[in-house]
């Protein structure tokens, strides 16, 4: 061992390869201080590096390979630990350690340049995006400020939202929607039978009072007073607020609002299924058939002075599909005025009204408007007309304003 010649430390080998290295590029730095070339972009370029060695570090060898060169593998992980302890020290003096390559620092100098044409070249294109995004923002952060009090007492925070979106409908009606379509499916007369007390009571809900509830209304004290209405039965609108609540005989599953035309000044209806009893349950796993009534509720003009009318119901369909599960009127063209005047055994049409039942089946109805069914089929038995009902296929139309009956339609 003596004869055997002693080599230099490898810490000082290094250190005298970067001293080399130094000198030979002509970098200056200051004792004690890392080199000012372009440090930022040196450093990313190096932790670039340092990545690179890592992921081909722990790439899984090939099975042929695994169990024969363990041995590099060690290797190349100690050299990674004394690689991240010169790295991690805090001592300034070290810091001279960090020198890079000459690949590296050429290549830092070609990136700089194209980075520079770049940036020149894309300014232009990048000053609409920068725009964009600064009204973006801005958009975001001034949103408006909706505060007080709508005219009917709800909140604007509220009303905004509704008035965008009525606006949003008013355009696509414009844009979308057509005048009349259909024009051969129009409800006849011959095709509507009134039925009798003893026809209707089938298809009549069970419930003949509703239970007892209140009515709270936001911004207005109220005394806790206790309503309950008897079947088909509403209370009057409120003087302020305007809004109506009416008792239809059990829970409510469908309901659809017949569509009319932007402006029109007719009155608005909307179509309703409830099921017979309040505990009534049916499985969508099945088919199911038995009776039910279809209800149409009229609930007067949209007006913004004035007093409100009071709801009542129109007329009832009587069906034997079973219950409903979803029910659609046609957005447009189904609708026409109630005063148009057309040859007997023809009536005005309200709308077209898709109905899905229980059974399986989608039943499509043309239902007459109100005034029309009423002046055109016999009127009900006056034991009906304090509240009745119509089977399909039938209508009853109601005699007077709050009296109604029940009828089929026929197909």
Same mark, same amino acid.
């Given at each position: 061992?003596?004869? *055997? ?62 169990? %024969? ?24 003096? %070290? ?76 355009? #696509? ?55 309950? #209405? ?41 179509? =309703? ?13 099945? *088919? ?14 949209? %007006? ?48 077209? =009204? ?46 007077? %304003? ?10």
């Amino acid at each position: 061992s003596r004869d *055997l010649p002693c080599p230099a430390p490898e810490p000082l080998c290094v250190q005298k390869a970067l001293d080399g290295s130094e000198a030979a590029e002509g970098l200056e730095a200051a004792p004690g201080r890392r080199p000012k070339r372009r440090a930022a972009r040196v450093a990313l370029l190096y932790l670039q590096e340092l990545a690179e060695e890592l992921t081909s570090a722990y790439q899984p060898p090939a099975p042929n390979e695994g169990a %024969q060169e363990p041995e590099p593998e060690r290797v190349q992980k100690k050299r990674r630990r004394k690689k991240e302890e010169e790295t991690d020290s805090d001592d300034p003096a %070290q810091d001279t350690d960090f020198v890079p390559s000459k690949e590296v620092l050429l290549q830092a100098e070609e990136e700089e340049g194209s980075d520079a044409a770049l940036s020149e070249a894309s300014e232009s294109e990048l000053e609409p995006l920068r725009r964009h995004s600064t009204r973006t923002s801005s958009a975001g952060r001034s949103k408006p400020q909706c505060r007080g009090l709508a005219p009917n007492g709800f909140p604007n925070s509220v009303m905004a939202p509704v008035e965008k979106c009525s606006s949003i409908t008013c355009s #696509l009606r414009e844009q979308k929607y057509s005048r009349w379509e259909f024009p051969d499916w129009i409800p006849l007369v011959h095709k509507w039978t009134c039925l009798s007390e003893s026809e209707a009571a089938p298809y009549l809900p069970v419930e003949e009072k509703s239970p007892l509830f209140t009515i709270q209304r936001e911004g207005i004290e109220d005394n806790g007073a206790l309503y309950r #209405l008897n079947r088909f039965n509403s209370l009057q609108p409120h003087e302020e607020r305007r809004d109506v609540s009416f008792f239809v005989g059990g829970p409510v599953w469908a309901m659809e609002w017949c569509p009319t035309p932007e402006g029109s000044a007719a009155p608005q209806y909307v179509c =309703l299924y409830c099921h017979k009893s309040m505990d009534e349950t049916h499985s969508v796993a099945g *088919l199911h058939r038995g009776p039910a009534l279809l209800q149409l509720w009229s609930l007067g003009t949209l %007006q913004q002075e004035g007093s409100a009318d009071k709801a009542g119901l129109a007329y009832a369909v009587a069906t034997d599909h079973g219950c409903v599960w979803d029910m659609k009127f046609c957005p447009s063209g189904a609708w026409e005025p109630p005063s148009t005047s057309r040859k007997h055994p023809q009536m005005s049409r309200l709308g077209l =009204l898709a109905v899905a039942f229980s059974d399986g089946s989608v039943v499509l109805y043309s239902l007459p408007h109100p005034g029309a069914l009423q002046s055109s089929v016999a009127p009900c038995p006056s034991s009906l007309r304090a509240g009745g009902a119509a089977r399909e296929p039938g209508a009853c139309p109601p005699p007077a %304003q709050g009296v109604w009956g029940v009828c089929r339609a026929g197909g």
